[in-house]
């Protein structure tokens, strides 16, 4: 059994420094050093494994085996679930509908300004509501390459868009872990319901913003001079929409009719744009297809594309009902990981169990929409075979990223150096308030996930609100927001995307154009939350 160490240098704040390092080395290998990924990845795991045996005394057996656990993981939670997704594009595009579907998103405005937004912002939140994990980073990017936008801005904007859904992403998975997770000293948790409601009242603000820095991305200040109304719009109605349904509705299904109405919304104020002529094209912005392009195609051919999505929804909202959900929970597997026996410093043990999932996993129920878009799309048993072989060659060295950085989290889990980090932030009495998105940020940045930030802090962050005096559904609800900020940062999500669109190698210049807008995004989130911890936005809090 290894006991795990809280402060293993007897300084808690230099050992939260310590822990760091492991994000510090990783961030200047990619971004300040420019390696290519998987180079760096490996490098970083190397430093993992080095402090985790020789500061946090983790036994070097166990060390590897928690290493092991995590790429395990990276296999069942993200890799078979972002190769399902992109299987089904793939088909789409090896059948000729996802030209259909091109020309259909193309004919809801000609400027390439408005099918970003539409396409990034909103599809992609929808994509994000039922799947995440990169799959609507490397969809996108793919749809607005067609579209002509340059592939570098097309994973950039696509990465940024990424944000604004993530808090309710997977069917509001990460607010389903807080919930799961988080409970207070009396023995009593906090519902997950309490908690969406909370996430609702801090990601629209930042929602509102995302449309205008799409644009900044695809055509600079230009492009939010001419089309601002647009964005406006956009971002006002999936602000608003993510606020009246996660505190009146469903935080499951949040991002799913967020997305449908924004998106409505930019397309009406789009056209009510053309119609006034304030929709010119401008020579630094590529144009889609003119209209003419679109003759021949019926109404059932644009359903028959949009098939695939559509088949999405319903296996995702099938395995929601209560019979088939308890079905699904059956088929699986659980077993205790070998050669990891591990007890944290509190003296409880450490769940180091291995679910293998694999009828309820993401993954799986993509797979089986997967085949379901096969047989509607007519796509033979070969192709379909070939289409998933080129998804899994088009990845390459992706998959040794994406597959260390999941070994690194689940090693800093392990050996404890992810609850030193946790506890050295939450020394900061009062000020914790601005800290506490931050530690879900870096939680992101290490599981690629804001599940996995939850599950990793969400009780810390409960924890540090009771001993400072402020709201454990304030600090849980902006771990869950400041984790966001970091998922287009995180390194799994830039390996994705940069596999999908044939970018491998470049994951550390992606890197470094979007950081810039990530640690804005999460400066903006620790002022918002600081406000909301004090009389000034305090009453954003007041009935949870």
Not at 390 to 406: E, P
Not at 418 to 435: D, E, K
Request: net charge positive; charged share 10%.
């Amino acid at each position: 059994m290894f006991h795990q160490i809280l402060d293993p240098l007897t300084n808690l704040w230099l050992s939260g420094l310590v822990a760091l390092v492991p994000v510090i080395v990783l961030l200047v290998l990619l971004a300040g050093l420019r390696w290519k990924a998987q180079w760096a990845s490996l490098v970083t795991l190397a430093v993992g494994l080095g402090l985790a045996v020789l500061v946090w005394r983790m036994p070097v057996v166990q060390a590897v085996s928690a290493s092991l656990d995590g790429t395990a993981q990276g296999v069942l939670n993200n890799l078979w679930l972002v190769f399902n997704a992109i299987w089904i594009h793939s088909m789409t595009v090896k059948s000729g509908h996802f030209e259909i579907l091109r020309r259909t998103f193309a004919g809801l405005s000609n400027d390439l300004r408005i099918a970003a937004i539409i396409i990034a912002f909103g599809f992609g939140t929808l994509l994000e509501a039922l799947a995440g994990s990169g799959a609507p980073v490397a969809i996108c990017a793919g749809m607005l390459i067609s579209l002509g936008l340059n592939p570098m801005k097309a994973i950039v904007a696509s990465l940024v868009a990424n944000t604004a859904p993530v808090a309710f992403g997977g069917l509001g998975n990460p607010v389903t872990m807080l919930g799961r997770t988080v409970q207070l000293t009396d023995g009593t948790g906090i519902s997950a319901e309490t908690f969406g409601a909370m996430i609702g009242r801090q990601t629209p603000f930042l929602a509102v913003l995302i449309p205008f820095v799409l644009l900044l991305i695809v055509d600079g200040r230009r492009g939010v001079k001419e089309v601002w109304p647009a964005a406006l719009v956009g971002g006002v109605v999936f602000g608003a929409a993510q606020y009246l349904l996660s505190n009146h509705f469903s935080y499951q299904l949040t991002d799913i009719f967020s997305a449908l109405i924004a998106t409505f919304a930019v397309v009406i104020a789009a056209r009510a744009m053309r119609a006034r002529s304030t929709m010119a094209i401008t020579e630094a912005v590529s144009t889609v297809g003119p209209r003419a392009d679109d003759r021949g195609i019926t109404g059932l051919d644009r359903l028959v594309a949009f098939g695939p999505y559509l088949i999405v929804i319903a296996v995702f909202s099938c395995a929601q009902i209560p019979g088939i959900k308890d079905w699904l929970a059956t088929l699986q597997v659980t077993f205790p990981w070998p050669a990891l026996s591990v007890e944290s410093a509190t003296g409880t043990p450490v769940n180091t169990s291995f679910v293998l999932n694999w009828g309820s996993a993401t993954g799986s129920l993509l797979f089986v929409a997967a085949v379901l878009t096969m047989v509607l799309l007519r796509v033979s048993v070969p192709s379909a075979l070939a289409a998933y072989w080129g998804v899994l060659t088009q990845f390459g060295w992706a998959i040794v990223t994406i597959l260390a950085v999941f070994s690194l989290s689940y090693l800093m889990n392990f050996s404890g150096m992810i609850i030193t980090l946790g506890s050295a932030l939450a020394q900061t009495g009062v000020f914790y308030a601005l800290l506490a998105p931050v530690v879900g940020w870096v939680g992101v940045f290490i599981t690629g996930t804001d599940t996995g930030a939850n599950a990793l802090f969400g009780q810390l962050q409960a924890t540090a609100a009771q001993q400072v005096g402020a709201s454990p559904v304030l600090f849980g609800a902006a771990n869950t927001t400041g984790g966001a900020m970091a998922k287009m940062v995180s390194p799994q999500n830039l390996a994705v995307g940069a596999a999908a669109v044939g970018l491998v190698g470049r994951e550390g210049e992606l890197l470094r154009r979007v950081i810039g807008w990530s640690l804005l995004f999460l400066a903006l989130t620790c002022i918002l939350v600081f406000l909301q911890s004090t009389p000034i936005l305090g009453w954003m809090v007041n009935g949870l």
